[in-house]
């Protein structure tokens, strides 16, 4: 069966859908804008396509992307996107004026030593960003997937065996979707950890100071990014912009901007 959830999610990504996502995420960096000094050195971790990465290096900055070897994204890259191990990233101490990522640490498995090996590229009197999904995306995306199920398996029956499943035989392709229908039901975690459920409080604020501050870290401030979206882009493009801005200060804002700092025995390590 877990050839067909394979090629299930192969249906998830279309192109019409991968450019709304990019829109949201430039949004999203030029909300942060205000937080990134005039000019220097910006680290983009888990830089996927490197699509950030291009934007900031537009707006001026020397710009470096990072991501694992594995990223699924690096097939489609703008940018000169770097792999590294997972472990040791292939840069100098104290090199960057900031350190930024969108919608990654959740993914990372050992947060403490990422976050270490973060603050040692990073100036000590250098910037680190964090755009993390908030419980409330958590929430409305666990309900878009019980929507978007049935879509998915009706958009992949009808299209067929595609791409490195073209050679699927037909009868096998049509089971392979229709596993789509069952996944809500698995409430499978977004990120590293817990289910669909338990992200509900470790999405939250509390619980994301809660771990910077298990790791010698301080939230210096956070900030909702003032922007409704779900999981599964119920709606994508059809939803302005506008109107989702709107929408976030009554069904909460999808993502939330951390600035951290260390503590100043994690700088003096």
């Not at 929507?147 to 299209?159: E, F, H, W």
Request: aromatic share 12%.
């Amino acid at each position: 069966m877990n050839d067909f959830l394979t090629a299930a999610r192969a249906t998830a990504g279309d192109p019409d859908s991968a450019n709304w996502v990019d829109e949201v995420r430039s949004l999203e960096l030029r909300r942060i804008r205000e937080f990134l000094p005039p000019a220097g050195r910006v680290l983009d971790f888990g830089a996927g396509a490197g699509q950030q990465a291009l934007r900031m290096r537009e707006l001026g900055f020397e710009v470096a992307a990072v991501d694992l070897a594995s990223s699924p994204h690096l097939e489609k890259r703008v940018f000169d996107v770097a792999t590294y191990d997972g472990i040791t990233l292939p840069f100098p101490d104290h090199y960057f004026d900031v350190v930024m990522s969108s919608n990654v640490l959740e993914h990372v498995r050992d947060l403490p030593t990422t976050l270490r090996e973060l603050q040692r590229v990073l100036k000590p009197d250098g910037t680190m960003l964090h755009v993390l999904p908030s419980s409330t995306w958590r929430l409305w995306s666990t309900f878009a997937e019980f929507v978007a199920a049935p879509r998915n398996a009706l958009r992949g029956v009808l299209r067929g065996p595609f791409g490195k499943c073209s050679g699927m035989a037909r009868w096998r392709w049509i089971l392979s979707q229709l596993s789509w229908l069952g996944r809500p039901f698995l409430f499978r975690p977004h990120g590293e950890y817990g289910s669909a459920i338990s992200e509900l409080w470790t999405f939250s604020q509390r619980a994301w100071r809660r771990r910077f501050a298990a790791s010698d870290f301080c939230v210096v401030r956070t900030m909702p990014l003032t922007l409704w979206y779900t999981g599964e882009i119920l709606l994508g493009a059809r939803l302005p912009v506008h109107c989702r801005t709107r929408m976030s200060s009554w069904l909460g804002s999808a993502t939330i901007l951390y600035v951290i700092r260390a503590r100043r025995g994690q700088v003096d390590r």
